[in-house]
């Protein structure tokens, strides 16, 4: 295009356009650094003996301290914690996915008295948070006797992705043709199976997003273990990290170990599911 | 179709009771604790205050500082990551597969539990031996102590939220300019619009959704946020950076005051309502005008 001997204002056209272009690359280079330099910083220092971290941050450890994860799992018993982290986001995200998928199909399918106001009450939860309904939740459990229990941790996580959860399924669901549903009834499909071999085929997508979504958010929750574990067998990691900055204060090799452990399983899952997971972050956000 | 169906209503109970006794019930019921109180907490001693609780808090200078904190916060949310994320959502617009990887990259931040984030940003923070004040120092300025210092610590926990904030809304919003048709643009070219033209004129009204997405969800995470500052602060110095939520978590569960507490968790549900509520009525209204 920008062949010799083309018009000299076409030439100035085209060095504006490749300094514009220079500019733009440099501001997303820029957001790239800014992003992933922390990253850098934290899986760096969680490789290097706090005295040479102390020396520099920004070089590459010369004698990568990989006995340094051991030593929290094994020895500092943090390989419980990760089993906690484990168990409730699993249970959490099946139950949320589990309830929102059903609520989704009888949103979506569905025509009934009632319906508008039902889904707008359920949306209304999204605007809920943790901190709004601490109390309550708290002597709830106090009175079913669920505090420092797995149920008692899992059950109130599993409510505050519940919202998200039937909005989206309820949106995903909608977009299924009609036709298909209506031919599978007329086969004499039942409900359970309209839903099992038409719906659940075509949402699949769908569906993993939501779970993957999910398990992050549970995985990384903080607020409700906090409070509700309070016995150290049961903290999940989020939490069991906090009492480790008081044992270990300025210890920043140790600390940023124990980081670059809770981060690292959710790093690899969105690595290698984004488009599952910028699928059912956007997706709900988009629809009318 | 006019038949009544029972079916529908059995797949949507599960929801509705799940979230009746862990979302609805407790928002009514931190209403009705409000107005009482208890010596000992416990919901056998409770008695009747009538407003007294509201009272006490509208005289808690802590609990109007934290609320202005979440207040301000809003604001910076607003400033620096959604702003922010649309820039960078338009600059992306247009490139092809590069796109992604580019907002693939923005949006692993937002992928870090920000309790992990607080702690590794406590360290670049760290005074003496964190990162920032060295790279600050080397290049000639002045470093400072950037949670310690009354006057920046709102703004220095802010920056990692909208550190890991930014991501997010370029994602949304990335998303919201792919259903834009580029034939608007060309038209707008044509009818001579130069490119801040075509942002404001274009980009702004029909990303209208996604606004007002973002802009609701980052109302609600900035007025309910509790894990990024009671980690990297947790309140301090001198309540320079305290928040709603953590009044919340220190009168109910290091004081035992849950009337208290949950009168304050009434307010902040209202709060979160009425902002959420002002700003989608805001844009719909402006939709109509149209």
């Given amino acids: 295009m920008a062949a010799n001997g083309s018009p000299r204002n076409k030439r100035s056209y085209n060095s504006r356009r490749m300094i514009q272009s220079a500019i733009i690359h440099a501001v997303l280079l820029l957001f790239v650094f800014i992003a992933l330099f922390p990253i850098y910083l934290m899986f760096n220092a969680a490789l290097k003996t706090s005295r040479e971290l102390f020396q520099s941050f920004l070089t590459l450890p010369t004698d990568p301290q990989w006995q340094n994860f051991g030593f929290i799992l094994n020895e500092q018993g943090y390989k419980g914690a990760l089993y906690n982290s484990l168990i409730l986001s699993t249970s959490s995200m099946i139950l949320t996915t589990v309830i929102s998928v059903l609520a989704g199909y009888g949103f979506a399918v569905y025509r009934f008295i009632g319906k508008q106001w039902l889904f707008l009450l359920v949306l209304t939860g999204l605007m809920v948070s943790e901190t709004s309904v601490l109390i309550p939740v708290y002597q709830l459990l106090q009175d079913l006797g669920l505090l420092n229990t797995y149920g008692g941790m899992i059950l109130p996580q599993a409510a505050l992705g519940l919202t998200f959860g039937v909005f989206l399924m309820t949106t995903f669901f909608k977009d299924i043709p009609r036709a298909l549903i209506d031919a599978a009834v007329v086969d004499g499909g039942s409900d359970l199976q309209v839903l099992r071999h038409v719906i659940m085929p075509l949402a699949r997508p769908a569906i993993m997003s939501l779970a993957l979504i999910e398990f992050m958010w549970a995985w990384n929750s903080f607020f409700f273990p906090l409070v509700i574990a309070t016995k150290q067998w049961l903290m999940p990691m989020s939490v069991r990290i906090i009492d480790f900055m008081g044992r270990f204060t300025f210890r920043y090799d140790m600390i940023a170990a124990t980081t670059v452990i809770l981060f690292t399983p959710i790093l690899i899952l969105y690595l290698v599911t984004q488009r599952s997971f910028h699928r059912g972050i956007t997706f709900g956000a988009l629809k009318d | ?290």
Wanted: with cysteine.
């Fill in chain 2, 1 to 290: 179709m006019t038949r009544f169906n029972v079916r529908p209503y059995i797949y949507i109970a599960p929801a509705l009771i799940y979230l009746g006794i862990w979302i609805f019930y407790p928002i009514l019921n931190a209403l009705v604790l409000s107005f009482f109180d208890s010596p000992t907490g416990r919901s056998r001693d409770y008695f009747w205050v009538g407003i007294e609780n509201y009272i006490k808090l509208l005289q808690d200078d802590l609990f109007l500082k934290s609320l202005y904190h979440n207040i301000i916060w809003v604001l910076l949310s607003i400033a620096l990551p959604v702003v922010l994320g649309l820039l960078l959502a338009v600059l992306l617009s247009g490139r092809g597969r590069t796109r992604l990887v580019y907002a693939s990259i923005f949006f692993i931040p937002h992928t870090v539990a920000a309790v992990c984030a607080a702690i590794v940003w406590r360290w670049i923070y760290d005074p003496s031996i964190g990162p920032l004040n060295w790279l600050l120092e080397t290049v000639g300025l002045t470093g400072r102590p950037w949670l310690a210092d009354e006057s920046i610590v709102l703004i220095a926990v802010n920056m990692i939220g909208s550190w890991s904030y930014y991501g997010f809304c370029v994602l949304i919003f990335m998303a919201g300019l792919q259903n834009i048709s580029p034939e608007l643009y060309d038209a707008a070219k044509i009818d001579g619009a130069g490119a801040l033209q075509q942002f404001f004129y274009v980009t702004i009204p029909l990303l209208r959704n996604a606004i007002t997405f973002v802009l609701v969800y980052t109302i609600i995470g900035s007025m309910k946020f509790f894990d990024l500052i009671f980690v990297a602060t947790n309140g301090g110095p001198n309540e320079a950076s305290t928040v709603v939520g953590l009044r919340i978590y220190w009168h109910s569960m290091r004081e035992g005051r849950f009337n208290y507490a949950a009168t304050m968790s009434t307010i902040l549900t209202v709060v979160i309502l009425v902002l959420s509520v002002a700003v989608i009525r805001q844009i719909v209204t402006e939709d109509e005008e149209d």
